[in-house]
């Protein structure tokens, strides 16, 4: 099978200064199935666009960009984890910034914690309409329902969260007793995202994870989701959360979308921003 790969992504592993990679898998997604999907559609989209962007004043050609493909999955998350954790590791051992693209939200996990061998001050930065701090969700610990509470304990508590707008009483709970910095969609449209993004660079000044779940934007603009929720963010904010942090970021994912619920926009808007990313981060350098 012929695997289209992301637009501009010329460059040869060893030349690359970003290594980008598919995750077909969504084994565990609690409502649709389909985030298996967005890689490859994603890479598909990602060929409208012009390889020049004047908002970031980068042409991406001028990137040194690597696709990696998509990983090799496995039936279950736990294997899943394992066979893709070798090749975050190796992405980040070798001074790459690695770029992956889901797949559910669970796929995070081991390139986080790559990103922290080389940086013990990791902090991770999530946007997301859910708290995902469940323990553990229909018996699986490794369901995209709890990737934020795995982050937490088991890597870094540098952590804040942007666009929260569904969680159940005990996540919620949780996360006050332990004075967790979750903003919700609401806090972005009261207090203004570059005021959101202020408060959490006062925290997180190191290196940063950034890990975008696409539902965490409105589904008006992205309805192809895994699991959708209104009253979300604009992909404007996403975009300014990416510009502002991209200094800081040595590690990115995009996850969530299920591209069989749409005609091609929220890949296309999946794209972009991954896009966005490379030019803001490249610019950064
Ligand atoms: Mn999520
Ligand atoms: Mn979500």
Same mark, same amino acid.
């Given at each position: ?76 998350? @736990?294997?899943?984890?394992?066979? !893709?954790?070798?090749?975050? #590791?190796?992405?980040?051992? $070798?001074?790459?910034? *690695? /770029?992956? &693209? ?84 609401? @806090?972005?449209?009261?207090?203004? !995202?570059?005021?959101?993004? #202020?408060?959490?660079?006062? $925290?997180?000044?190191? *290196? /940063?994870? &950034? ?75």
């Amino acid at each position: 099978m012929s695997t289209t790969l992301f637009a501009d992504a010329n460059s040869d592993y060893n030349k690359a200064r970003y290594v980008i990679c598919g995750v077909p898998f969504d084994g565990t997604s609690s409502f649709r199935l389909g985030s298996r999907l967005a890689p490859q559609e994603m890479r598909v989209s990602s060929y409208n666009f012009e390889t020049y962007s004047n908002f970031f004043d980068i042409d991406l050609t001028d990137v040194q960009i690597h696709d990696a493909g998509d990983l090799e999955v496995a039936v279950t998350i @736990d294997e899943t984890l394992e066979l !893709i954790s070798v090749h975050a #590791e190796k992405y980040v051992r $070798d001074g790459k910034i *690695p /770029i992956m &693209l889901g797949g559910e939200h669970s796929l995070t996990f081991p390139f986080v914690n790559a990103c922290k061998t080389k940086y013990p001050d990791i902090g991770f930065v999530v946007l997301d309409a859910h708290m995902d701090m469940r323990e553990e969700y229909g018996g699986e610990k490794n369901s995209h329902a709890c990737i934020s509470r795995h982050i937490i304990e088991d890597v870094t508590n540098k952590y804040a969260s942007v666009g929260i707008r569904s969680g159940n009483r005990e996540e919620y709970e949780y996360v006050r007793e332990n004075n967790i910095k979750v903003f919700s969609a609401e @806090d972005v449209i009261s207090k203004g !995202i570059k005021s959101v993004i #202020e408060d959490i660079q006062k $925290d997180i000044r190191g *290196p /940063i994870y &950034l890990s975008v779940d696409m539902d965490a934007v409105d589904p008006a603009y992205a309805p192809a989701l895994g699991t959708p929720e209104p009253y979300g963010i604009t992909p404007r904010d996403v975009r300014e959360v990416i510009l502002c942090l991209a200094p800081q970021i040595v590690g990115f994912d995009l996850v969530e979308i299920a591209p069989e619920y749409d005609s091609g926009g929220t890949a296309l808007l999946g794209a972009k921003l991954v896009r966005d990313f490379l030019a803001a981060s490249a610019r950064s350098q």
